[in-house]
């Protein structure tokens, strides 16, 4: 998903507005590839040292999914986060340098570097963890507009560059709400492991019941942020509003009833995966600028 949207906002969010609107992009196909696999590299060293540190958790919460000492030794596991992570950030250097703008190479430090402290510690503590893995997602979305449109500004293009920045920016901000709600959804869903763990998540601390009542009303936030957005941007555009409403706001509030009644474990696997969807259906959203830009 990290791969088909930062995709999605170079070749149909800016290059299509190249010549309509002046908008110029920095990296070549070439380049733009090595910055996707840094992304997902980092991020899938971000799921290895996770699943390291959650082996005993899992073993309760998910125990046909437990990877690490079932699969791979957590000594090899280790060795392979390791791996990802010089891989990953040994390639965002290289493209920081590549064009002229090494500062860069610290996002891609400080997003490695977060997921370690996330999985080890961050995320025994109440909502800090759910917080910062949910703005390295959104890094993973902004990442794109950072290398791609602020190393061509100038002051003839600056407006339209910063125009795509925003855009680019809303749709780091829907995936920061929209993963922040499911890593709590989750959260409660992995009570008795964590419980066992010794972590001091929401639902711990709440209680089951306060928690879902906290998490119906975070969820809100995104579908009125949504609503806000259509109506402010888009409502001229009949077909494009269509969308929003079927694939993304119909969808968040069914999932806000959901949360209202939710009660069982598949409950809120339920939600999580739908929730997934969203941030799926909400990103692919990217493909029809091309149609709202023309307006």
Same mark, same amino acid.
Do not use: W
């Given at each position: 998903?990290i791969a088909?949207?930062?995709?999605?906002?170079?070749y149909? +969010?800016?290059?299509?507005?190249? &010549?309509?609107?002046?908008?110029? /992009? /920095?990296?070549?196909?070439?380049?733009?590839?090595?910055?996707?696999? $840094?992304?997902?590299?980092?991020?899938?060293?971000?799921?290895?040292?996770?699943?390291?540190?959650?082996?005993?958790?899992?073993?309760?919460?998910?125990?046909?999914?437990v990877?690490?000492?079932?699969?791979?030794s957590?000594?090899?596991?280790?060795?392979?986060?390791?791996i @990802?992570?010089?891989?990953?950030?040994?390639?965002?250097?290289? +493209?920081?340098?590549?064009?002229?703008?090494?500062?860069?190479?610290?996002?891609?430090?400080?997003?490695?570097?977060?997921?370690?402290?996330?999985?080890?510690?961050?995320?025994?503590?109440? @909502?800090?963890?759910?917080?910062?893995?949910? @703005?390295?997602?959104?890094?993973?979305?902004?990442?794109?507009?950072?290398?791609?449109l602020?190393?061509?500004?100038?002051?003839?293009?600056?407006?339209?560059?910063? /125009?795509?920045?925003?855009?680019?920016?809303?749709? $780091?901000?829907?995936?920061?709400?929209?993963?922040l709600v499911?890593? @709590?959804?989750?959260d409660?869903?992995?009570?008795?492991?964590?419980?066992?763990?010794?972590?001091?998540?929401?639902?711990?601390?709440?209680?089951?019941?306060?928690?879902?009542?906290?998490?119906?009303? %975070?969820? !809100?936030?995104? +579908?009125?942020?949504?609503?806000?957005?259509?109506? /402010?941007?888009?409502f001229?555009?009949?077909?494009?509003?269509?969308?929003? +409403?079927?694939?993304?706001?119909a969808? %968040?509030?069914?999932?806000?009833?959901?949360?209202f009644?939710? &009660?069982?474990?598949?409950?809120?696997?339920?939600?999580?995966?739908? !929730?997934?969807?969203?941030?799926?259906?909400?990103?692919?959203?990217?493909?029809?600028?091309?149609?709202?830009?023309?307006f």
């Amino acid at each position: 998903m990290i791969a088909l949207v930062q995709y999605l906002i170079k070749y149909a +969010l800016l290059l299509p507005f190249f &010549e309509s609107h002046g908008v110029i /992009t /920095t990296l070549k196909p070439l380049g733009f590839a090595i910055l996707v696999i $840094a992304t997902v590299f980092i991020a899938a060293g971000g799921y290895v040292i996770n699943d390291i540190y959650d082996i005993e958790t899992d073993k309760v919460n998910k125990p046909d999914k437990v990877i690490v000492d079932q699969h791979i030794s957590e000594k090899n596991a280790l060795r392979l986060f390791i791996i @990802l992570n010089v891989i990953g950030v040994g390639l965002g250097y290289y +493209l920081s340098n590549g064009i002229g703008q090494s500062g860069f190479f610290v996002i891609f430090i400080i997003a490695s570097a977060l997921l370690y402290i996330y999985s080890s510690y961050l995320k025994q503590m109440l @909502l800090i963890g759910n917080i910062v893995v949910s @703005l390295v997602v959104s890094l993973c979305i902004l990442l794109v507009g950072v290398f791609e449109l602020l190393p061509a500004i100038s002051e003839a293009n600056r407006s339209v560059q910063i /125009t795509f920045f925003k855009i680019i920016l809303d749709y $780091a901000i829907f995936a920061f709400m929209i993963n922040l709600v499911r890593e @709590l959804v989750k959260d409660i869903e992995d009570i008795d492991g964590d419980h066992k763990a010794g972590m001091q998540t929401l639902p711990i601390v709440l209680g089951r019941e306060r928690a879902n009542k906290v998490v119906f009303a %975070l969820s !809100l936030i995104p +579908l009125i942020s949504v609503i806000y957005y259509v109506v /402010t941007h888009l409502f001229k555009q009949t077909e494009i509003v269509g969308y929003f +409403l079927v694939f993304v706001i119909a969808p %968040l509030i069914y999932i806000s009833i959901k949360l209202f009644s939710a &009660e069982q474990k598949s409950h809120y696997k339920h939600i999580s995966l739908i !929730l997934k969807l969203v941030m799926l259906s909400g990103m692919l959203s990217l493909s029809l600028y091309n149609f709202i830009l023309k307006f």
